[in-house]
């Protein structure tokens, strides 16, 4: 039985980076794990986020499936050309499932150029390098039929195993604006694990090779009128035969000018799987935003309350960083 969880927990890890992969609701709210090309695409000096997602508990306890995403990013004023700049980020992303935490975490660092094109596009290209490293987190939660049978001896000892690879990942991105009133246009292409690494196990050196992840989104920010604004998305993921699609629309309403205060409220589908409700609001640099999935697909008998599938939380902050005049004092000779 020890032999058996242990090759299970195997061969789900492997399956799983093939078969699903980490997924979020409300891509938006972690632009590093969507693309490298988005590190310091923002107007400010920083910028700060985080992603939680708890998927699917009502299926079989509170440990089902948590995802966290956590990541910071700059400007720096490095340039080629004029107007140009710099982003330098580092992308934390966990998933962990079940009581003893079976899962994958690892930071990864990103960098990207933006070339501003003309007055109304900017380019940007990205990259990114790091380690993702999967592992048992919690061992001694297992259950093992030798315990159970009051056998000696600790066999979740023989859980401490572990596997990783390295990511290497590169991406683009274009920003547009079109029409007297410029309405946003975004379009983006990121390939990750493009090296197409083997997830090898730590203690025995084997492993399997994995496929290149490739997202694609198309946005448009059109600006219905001086105060609201239809935020729309479309996401797509393919991962060898699996292709995931999200389209999404948020209506953003100026609710008081003086306090930049933004109400946001949305809908968006996953394709054969779930309706997305998303409701949230941005306060001048802060932004914060709640989603939860209804699974529609065959999943939704399983859970309880019927079809609750996810609950997610995003939440990103700008941040600017003012430089104080230092101006040189001037003497002024008195008149005589």
């Known amino acids: 039985m020890k032999h058996i969880l242990i090759a299970f927990c195997l061969i789900l890890g492997l399956n799983y980076s093939f078969g699903q992969d980490v997924h979020f609701t409300q891509y938006s709210f972690s632009p590093l794990h969507v693309n ?9 000096s920083y910028r700060l986020g985080a992603l939680v997602r708890d998927q699917a508990f009502a299926i079989s306890s509170s440990a089902a499936y948590k995802t966290i995403n956590f990541y910071i990013d700059a400007t720096m004023p490095w340039k080629v050309r004029k107007n140009d700049w710099i982003g330098f980020g580092i992308n934390f992303v966990q998933d962990r499932s079940g009581d003893i935490g079976w899962g994958s975490g690892g930071f990864i660092a990103q960098v990207a150029y ?107 920010n059109y600006h219905l009128n001086p105060k609201v604004d239809l935020r729309n998305n479309l996401w797509l993921r393919n991962l060898k035969s699996n292709t995931e699609i999200i389209p999404q629309c948020v209506a953003s309403y100026l609710f008081n000018v003086e306090k930049a205060l933004r109400l946001n409220a949305g809908l968006g589908y996953r394709f054969g799987d779930a309706l997305q409700f998303m409701f949230g609001a941005d306060i001048k640099n802060l932004s914060f935003q709640l989603a939860i999935d209804q699974t529609l697909s065959s999943l939704r008998t399983a859970q309880s309350p019927a079809g609750f599938g996810a609950v997610e939380l995003g939440v990103k902050y700008i941040g600017i960083v003012s430089k104080k005049p230092n101006p040189k004092p001037k003497v002024f000779c008195p008149r005589f």
């Open 114 to 220: 933006h070339l501003i094109a003309n007055s109304r596009n900017t380019i940007s290209l990205g990259a990114q390098y790091g380690s993702v490293n999967y592992n048992i987190q919690h061992p001694e939660n297992s259950k093992f039929e030798s315990t159970q049978r009051g056998i000696p001896g600790n066999p979740s000892a023989s859980l401490q195993k572990s596997a990783k690879y390295t990511d290497f990942s590169i991406g683009m991105n274009l920003l547009s604006s079109i029409g007297s009133a410029k309405h946003g246009i975004e379009l983006g292409l990121n390939a990750s694990r493009l090296n197409q690494p083997t997830l090898t196990e730590v203690s025995t050196g084997g492993g399997q090779k994995l496929a290149t992840l490739f997202t694609a989104n198309v946005g448009l």
């Open 36 to 44: 490298p090309a988005n590190s310091g695409l923002f107007k400010g």
